[in-house]
């Protein structure tokens, strides 16, 4: 489900009856929804929430038993799928805010890793459960890392254990914990508040050197930044931002 409202894409998992778990059909609508959301012109910020009670349970397990099935070739093409909404979102030049109503597990809690930002009510618990049943987190947990580092990721994906969203919160893995009557309008708000404040191609530009200088030796990184430092200088908005901050006149991108 994709709308767009004040510059803020709304993608929403609408799949309640299966508490929003993920299979090829939801993963494909929503790779779909976030590049439609990425040449959409009227959208500067993406929010990903969900309806019903939980945010989204992860992988679908009756759909993950009928892929027992498959040959390898037919299951690494279904992981690849999967794979590619996780990289969609995570190397997005929008940023994306997911707005957490209720748990978010296994897959749903990779979600909540892989977008920028993460707003959560107190009550909705977080967790990768996938060793509790024989599987493995292994795509999330390539995020996870990044976002936490190995010690608070081993807790997590080797425990399979559940953890509530304060301690989520002190571990990094969400930014925000807000009362559930709170929580859609403080999203809009902080969405706004990046609409309003930030230019789009500063925007787009740090968070897609944020995922690649992690995977350069130091050298070659800062190389790359002192490169991406010149190029921003010669761009239009940056000839704009300070131009406007020496005039001392306000600006709202």
Not at 223 to 232: E, G, I, L, V
Request: hydrophobic share 45%; proline share 2%; charged share 25%.
């Amino acid at each position: 489900m994709y709308h767009c409202h004040n510059r803020i894409a709304y993608i929403t998992l609408n799949r309640p009856d299966k508490r929003n778990a993920l299979n090829f059909q939801v993963v494909a609508e929503l790779k779909e929804a976030f590049k439609q959301a990425q040449s959409d012109e009227n959208a500067k910020v993406i929010v990903l929430k969900a309806e019903g009670k939980v945010f989204c349970a992860g992988a679908d397990l009756e759909y993950l038993q009928t892929l027992q099935k498959n040959t390898f070739e037919e299951n690494l093409a279904d992981s690849s799928h999967l794979k590619e909404l996780f990289e969609l979102i995570y190397t997005h030049p929008k940023i994306v805010i997911a707005q957490i109503h209720g748990h978010a597990i296994a897959g749903g809690a990779g979600l909540a890793a892989v977008c920028d930002f993460s707003f959560s009510v107190p009550e909705a618990q977080f967790g990768y459960t996938e060793v509790k049943i024989g599987f493995i987190p292994a795509i999330v947990m390539v995020f996870l890392l990044r976002k936490i580092g190995e010690g608070r990721a081993k807790e997590l994906l080797l425990s399979g254990d559940l953890i509530s969203a304060q301690k989520a919160k002190e571990y990094g893995l969400i930014n925000y914990i807000v009362e559930a009557e709170n929580l859609a309008s403080e999203v809009e708000k902080f969405a706004l508040h990046l609409c309003r404040n930030n230019s789009a191609q500063s925007l787009a530009t740090t968070k897609q050197m944020i995922a690649r200088v992690q995977e350069m030796p130091l050298s070659e990184a800062l190389n790359f930044a002192a490169k991406q430092n010149a190029t921003a200088r010669e761009s239009t908005d940056c000839k704009k931002g300070i131009a406007s901050f020496l005039e001392k006149k306000s600006l709202e991108w």
